[in-house]
């Protein structure tokens, strides 16, 4: 069965500082990965997504992820965080077969500090 | 563009009773799924439907019923409400597997069970 996890509960970083989230997943075949971003109060946002090629994708809002096969990862990054960037993050694995059927991260709250 | 249409966005019930949440999409797309998200558990999926007339179980079908009579409008239905079913509650939906798979959401409906 496919799962992630998302090590970090809850991370601040400053205005104008980098940011990586961690993701790890498990599954037995190629993955197919997500990140969604979700504001207070809405609905889930897609961030970036990878199925296959490029191992690096990018994806809306400045937003970067890096899929590494050997470490099981799908971590995502931005080089300088602004404000509106505060929110929660989830990563997500989807089965080849039928990528709708995702299975969700625990989700990582990020606070932007002035 | 209305994407996924969830009603209603909140609705308080006493214990016992039953209730309807609504979900409608409107870019014909033939998956569709609900998830409930509680505090640190991340997404789970409760029940998802591959098309007009075939619905599955998915993680946490306990208490719920679905069906898709339409390929727009995928309903959830609570039979007899419990406090464990307080949750905020999203319907989203996607392309069958295979073009992109990423999941779009609506905006959620927030439960209280009293």
């Known amino acids: 069965a496919q799962s992630v996890t998302q090590p970090d509960i809850h991370i601040t970083v400053s205005e104008g500082a980098s940011l990586e989230l961690r993701c790890n997943y498990s599954?037995?075949?190629?993955?197919?990965l997500f990140w969604y971003v979700q504001s207070p109060g809405q609905g889930l946002q897609l961030l970036l997504k990878?199925?296959?090629?490029?191992?690096l994708v990018q994806g809306i809002k400045g937003f970067e992820a890096e899929f590494k096969r050997s470490q099981s990862s799908f971590n995502l990054r931005k080089p300088s965080v602004h404000w509106s960037d505060a929110a929660e993050y989830f990563c997500?694995?989807?089965?080849?077969?039928?990528?709708?059927?995702?299975?969700f991260g625990d989700g990582t709250t990020l606070t932007v500090k002035p | 563009n209305a994407g996924v249409t969830q009603t209603p966005k909140f609705q308080v019930l006493k214990t016992g009773q039953s209730m309807t949440l609504q979900c409608a999409q409107d870019?014909?797309?033939?998956?569709m799924s609900w998830y409930r998200q509680d505090p640190g558990m991340g997404l789970r999926l409760i029940h998802y439907s591959v098309g007009a007339g075939i619905t599955d179980q998915g993680e946490v079908p306990n208490g719920y019923n679905v069906s898709r009579s339409t390929t727009e409008d995928f309903p959830l239905r609570l039979l007899s409400a419990a406090p464990s079913q307080t949750s905020v509650y999203f319907c989203a939906s996607s392309y069958e597997a295979g073009e992109t798979g990423e999941l779009f959401f609506g905006e959620g409906s927030r439960l209280t069970v009293l």
């Open positions: 997500a694995v989807g089965a080849n077969t039928n990528a709708g059927k995702s299975t």
């Open positions: 870019m014909n797309h033939e998956y």
């Open positions: 990878y199925f296959s090629g490029d191992t």
């Open positions: 599954y037995g075949a190629t993955p197919y």
